[in-house]
């Protein structure tokens, strides 16, 4: 809103030119998102205690029963604040700006009602995992069509550290990015188990493919870097921007120890998010090492489990997804929280070198 009602008076005040930059909207959006958490981030803690949101701890990793009683669904606040923080910086007549809205919401939609059935349940039980894989196929399904339909997007695939093989996949670019977005979305579901945890790694990508993201939208940077061009792709730099602002404020309160933790409405919108977001810039693959972590939990969880069921009741880990191996093996939860932020800003780093290598 500020983009369309102050952009224009730049010819009475040219200072307002700077409205036009989406360098300086998206560190507004950034600001923005990021304070409106952490001002009215206790309000909403306090609300999520009075109606009694506190999240069930199930008992069997011991260390935590003490977080009894933490309330859950902050992924309400993250959604609050980004939304808000867009409506003012986005430029709104972009078409790409609400098909990012749409994943974003709808995926926090479908995490929002697993949630609300669990507390009605006062227990673990959510939705069924068909309701809620169904929720999350239709969202995107939507969302590819659009995509899909849109003539400035190509159904080519970017291979990193290849500039000449871009492999069209037509039609089945649709299927190949539903099972993109749901995959992250569960990834980063099963990840969000320890403090900090999930949310650091998203901040992280989110920095990446904001970077990404502006690049795609800029015709003489994607000359100069080989990468494929999209007219307008560049306004989602705000949405990024306001993605990690409202979650380094959601991790404000979400660092060990957590006074709340996202639930499913934080962790499957910021997973289909960033699903989506590597669709965007056409970083398909990409997405895999900027979300290493949350590919290598997801793993541990497929080994864990197929072992299980073959071998009647093995474990390769003391407990799946990793972090519960660690937390078992007698590490501290800080601990393990730090070591996986560090492996994560590695692997974005790793991402953001393939930007020349090609
Ligand atoms: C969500 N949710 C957390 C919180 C968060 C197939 C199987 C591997 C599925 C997996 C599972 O259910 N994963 C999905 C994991 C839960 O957090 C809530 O859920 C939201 C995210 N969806 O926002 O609302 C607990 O995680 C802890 N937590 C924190 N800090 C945070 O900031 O400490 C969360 C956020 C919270 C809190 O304790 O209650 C969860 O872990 O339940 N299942 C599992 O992960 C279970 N693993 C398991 O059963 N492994 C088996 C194999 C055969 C599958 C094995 O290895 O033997 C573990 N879940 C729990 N305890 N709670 C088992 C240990």
Known sequence: MLYHL?????DT??????FRYITFRSMGALITAMVLMVIFGPWFINFLHRIKCGQYILSDVKAHAAKAGTPTMGGLMIMASLIVSLLLWADLSNSYI?????VFVGYGLVGFWDDITKLRHHENKGISPRAKMGGLIVIACIAMALLYSDPSYSTNLSIPFSKEWAP???LLYIPFGILVMVSSANAVNLTDGLDGLAIGPTI?????????????GNIRLTQYLFLPYIPGMGEVTVFCAALIGASLGFLWFNAYPAQVFMGDVGSLSLG?????LALLCKQEFLLAVVGGLFVVETLSVILQVSYFRWTGGKRIFRMAPL?????????PESKIIIRFWIT?????????STIKLR
């Open 168 to 170: 069209d996949l037509g």
């Open 323 to 331: 972090h519960h191996h660690f937390e078992l093996k007698g590490i």
């Open 98 to 102: 609400w098909q990012i809205v749409l």
């Open 13 to 18: 005040w040219s200072a307002f030119n700077v």
């Open 6 to 10: 102050l952009y224009p008076l730049a």
């Open 204 to 216: 992280v990508a989110g920095v990446v493919f904001a970077i990404f993201i502006y690049i795609t």
């Open 344 to 352: 994560s800003i590695i692997l974005g780093l790793v991402a953001l």
């Open 272 to 276: 289909g998010t960033l699903g989506f």
